[in-house]
């Protein structure tokens, strides 16, 4: 257990030092880390502190100017009152949303260490990650919990796409950490800013977010640096895949971390052209999702996955900006092309070691 909130940044093994020996020492730090820099979800939260009380008419929970909806004039036409609330049920969505896919997170880690031979160092860091994704889901429940809102969560076609990533931990681990960055990266990105800003925050947010961004730090180093020891093992089909289905996965997840949930959008009342004007035609908030995936775009561009044709299709998405006209039919082709990817995902034969290796080694409230 530990108070130390600074805001950790990532650890990365520089292009060209990424041999077996450089990959396995970071791997030790970060094991070491997450020994000396953890956090416990009720031992390091003064949950009952008078501080760190939730109240829905709490100015701090309103959006800010910068915020897409809280931008919007539907928003800044409402009371103080019922701006909070939607500000608070925002965060309490998104909090659910987040120990939904760390429950996938967690179990595809466990089917990734379960298939490590005896002595790779990969096997403790993931155990290690498992445990801190752990504290990260009850810290996001309580939270939950207390914020009086019955958070659903993701929809259940969502549910049921997220749960086939779970066994590429096993037989496809590149696609599988594809789709880890997709979920950590944007909210990291989004929570990051909100510390940097300098605007109050409820100290129970901030706290929950200081800790958040602290581990994510090593967590997202670790997905990272991965793919750069093992996409160089890859043959081409499964190279093609991953090309093709990453952006398909990034883009799904972008807008699902970073858009209010359809049950905050109903329970408020939130008019649909409110929506289309903060989220989707909002160019501002197009530019803001492609810079929450700009460490994955790079990452990409290193691995050789980003070229031409790969390139198309993360322009199709919105991922890259266009020089023309703004590209349509992106929700059609991240929802068919998907699917494809999956599936040819999990045709694509089974590996049992890791590429690139070199060395053994309260009450709700429904509304």
Known sequence: MTTT?????????????????????????LSHQSVVKHFDAYGDIDWDGEDFAIEGSDARWELGDDDPLGATDWYRSQSQEERAQIGLDVVAAKMKMGLQFESILKRGLLEFASDLPNGFPE?????????????????????????????????????????????????????????????????????????????????????????????????????????????????????????????????????????????????HGIPLRVIS??????????????????????????LGLLRPGYRDVWRALGLIESKGAASHGGRWLRTRATVAAVHGAQCGGRRRRPAGRLLPRTQPRTR
């Open 5 to 29: 909130l600074d805001l950790t940044e990532e650890e990365v093994v520089r292009t060209g030092t990424g041999t077996s020996d450089a990959y396995e020492r970071l791997l030790a730090r």
């Open 123 to 267: 096997f403790r860091y993931a155990y290690h990650e498992v445990i801190e994704e752990a504290q990260h889901s009850l810290m996001f429940q309580e939270f939950v919990n207390r914020s009086g809102l019955d958070a659903l969560g993701l929809k259940k076609i969502d549910m049921w796409q997220a749960r086939r990533f779970i066994a590429f931990g096993r037989h496809f681990p590149p696609l599988f950490f594809a789709f880890v960055l997709g979920g950590e990266d944007p909210i990291d990105h989004v929570q990051r800013k909100a510390l940097r800003r300098g605007q109050e925050l409820h100290p129970l947010l901030e706290r929950i977010m200081r800790i958040h961004v602290t581990e994510e730090a090593r967590h997202l180093s670790f997905a990272r640096q991965y793919l750069k020891n093992t996409v160089v093992g890859l043959g081409p089909i499964r190279r093609a895949i991953l090309g093709i289905g990453a952006p398909l996965i990034l883009s799904g997840m972008a807008q699902m971390m970073m858009q209010p949930s359809r049950q905050v959008v109903r329970i």
């Open 277 to 302: 004007e903060a989220y989707r035609k909002n160019p501002s908030h197009k530019a803001e999702t492609r810079e929450s995936l700009r460490k994955v775009r790079q990452l990409w561009q290193e």
